[in-house]
C-alpha cells in the first residue's frame, strides 16, 4: 500500500509540474491577447527570397483605410525580370480574423527585430512581420529557433493569406530597363515606356549575339544607333520633354536617339524611355561616347 502511494503522489507531482509547465508556456499568449486585444492589425506580411537566380516572392495584407484592406502578392521570377504585383480588394474584417490567428498560434508579439536579420527560415518564407496601430510590431525569421507550434503557425497564417488572392486583381508591372555601357564604366539605365515600340526594341536587343551595339555621334546633343527592325509607334508617347536623358525614336530614320542634353520636340519623334535623375558626371560620359560598339542588355 505504502509503494502505491507512493506512486501515486509522483504520479500526482508530475502532473502538477506539467499544468504548471503549461500555464507557463500559455502566459505569453495570454499576455499577447492581453496587449493586442482592442489594436487593430495594420499589416502582415510574408516574404521568400533567395535562389540563385534571385526569385521573389511576399504576400501582404494591408489597411488602406478604416473600411478597407487589401491582398498585395509581388512575384519576381529572377533579378533581370520584372516584377509582378497584383492587388486584391480584400473585407477589412480579414484584419481582425488574422490577428486571432497570429495572437492564437502565441507566435512572439511582443518581439522586435531588424530587418538586417530576416533569413529564410523552415516555414515557406524569408520573414514574417506584423504591424499593429499602436506602434507595436513583430518579426521571427530563421536565426530564431522557433518551437514547433510557432513554425506550424506560421505555416497555417501564410496559407489563409494565400487563399485570399482570388478573384479580379488589379495588376501592376515594373517598366522594362535598357542599359548602355560607356567608354568610363558607366552604365546608362534607362526605364523605359510601356509601348509597343519598346518591345519591338527589346526583342531585337534579345537577338543580338553579342549584345554589341554601333553608336555614333549626331548634332552636339545626342547619341545614335539603328536596330534592324522597324518600330511601331502607334501607342508611343512623343518626346516633348525637351529633358536630357531621354531615349526616343525618330521614325522617319528609323534611328534610336540618347539625348544628353536637352532637345526641341519634332515630328516623329517619340519616347522611350529616360534615365532617372541625370547626374551631371553621366551627363558628360555619353557626351564623351566615341563612335563605335558598345555592350546593350535589358534590366527588369
Known sequence: MKKKAIIIVVIAAVLIILAVAGGIYMIPGLLANKKYENVQLLSCRSSYGGDMNGSYRSIELRKISDTEAELIVEEQEAVWTRKET???????????????????????????????????????????????EN???????????????????????VAYLRSLASGEAVVEVEPHEIRISTNEGYTLMFQMNECQATDDLIAWIETLDDAQVEILDYSSNEKIFYPDVELDVSDCPLAESGEAGTLAYYAPWGDVVIFYDSFSPATGLYELGKIDDLYETTREAIADMEPGEYWIGIGK
Open 135 to 157: 506602434g507595436e510590431s513583430f518579426s521571427i525569421s530563421s536565426n530564431q529557433e522557433l518551437k514547433k507550434n510557432e513554425t506550424e503557425g506560421v505555416r497555417e497564417v
Open 86 to 132: 497584383r492587388k486584391y480588394p480584400v473585407n477589412i474584417a480579414e484584419l481582425d480574423h488574422v490577428k486571432q490567428m497570429v495572437l492564437e498560434k502565441h507566435l512572439p508579439a511582443a518581439e522586435k527585430r531588424p530587418m538586417s536579420e530576416f533569413f529564410a527560415y523552415d516555414a515557406g518564407s524569408s520573414s514574417f512581420s506584423c504591424w499593429f
